[in-house]
């Protein structure tokens, strides 16, 4: 009997010891989820952070726009009024470009028809017993024309000392951006005018940013990808062909 008590003893705490793993091992099966629960988030924002940004960019894109009113004309934060912008820059392109209405045509008879219509009824509220329309004195304020000049003449010299930094030959790269771009303009300057050129950019500005804010992700990543196979690219043309180049000299003589 002793020998049958203690086996049974023994038994049961065999199946305690066994009910004990499968515990522990569904408490940690299922802490082990919750823990993969949470960190799934901030692997996806991890992830989504180690997507290098187009042009290293760091800041959201309506603050790379300036922020304010005009970025959300960009984005389309308002349809109304992005929606109103653009009618108005294409009903201005259509004026001038598909009717060939001139600017200095539109201005004269929008002169024209102002002033008849203020020296008529300035007339006629004699005869009807009216006070005369009330003409707004108008003129530009001299703090605004200032700062107008200022900001377009820092605008130059910092143009002047990008060329002159280029033209000095020490970045060759820049050289090669910058000569493509300009050979890029010049093909479509000779396809198309400058009106037509503008309204282009325009309409550009007013979809590819909007656009590229809802697919930021797919394009940032397919642009690194692009961006690693030119680098690859580059650095075979640069061993082979432009290190041969003659290069200029890295600092600029001192004028004595």
Not at 131 to 148: A, F, G, R
């Amino acid at each position: 009997m002793a020998e049958e008590q203690q086996h049974k003893a023994a038994e049961e705490s065999l199946m305690e010891k066994i009910a004990d793993k499968i515990h522990g091992h569904d408490s940690s099966s299922s802490s082990d989820s919750d823990d993969d629960k949470k960190s799934g988030p901030s692997a996806a924002s991890a992830m989504k952070a180690k997507i290098c940004r187009l042009f290293g960019r760091e800041e959201p894109v309506h603050k790379v726009l300036g922020g304010g009113k005009p970025a959300d004309v960009l984005l389309w934060r308002n349809k109304k009024v992005s929606a109103g912008v653009l009618g108005t820059v294409t009903a201005i392109w259509v004026l001038f470009e598909l009717l060939e209405y001139h600017l200095l045509t539109l201005l004269c008879h929008l002169l024209i028809l102002s002033l008849s219509a203020l020296f008529l009824w300035s007339n006629a509220a004699t005869f009807i017993h009216k006070s005369p329309p009330h003409i707004p004195q108008v003129s530009i304020p001299e703090d605004l024309t200032v700062n107008i000049a200022l900001s377009l003449r820092y605008e130059i010299n910092r143009a002047f000392a990008v060329l002159r930094e280029i033209a000095s030959g020490r970045d060759l790269k820049k050289f090669l951006i910058v000569i493509a771009g300009l050979w890029l303009f010049s093909i479509l300057g000779s396809c198309c005018n400058f009106l037509t050129l503008f309204y282009i950019s325009f309409v550009l500005l007013h979809t590819v940013p909007v656009l590229y804010e809802k697919y930021e992700d797919k394009v940032d990543s397919f642009a690194e990808k692009a961006s690693a196979e030119l680098k690859k690219y580059y650095a075979v043309v640069n061993e082979k062909y432009l290190s041969k180049i003659p290069r200029g000299p890295l600092k600029d003589k001192k004028h004595q």
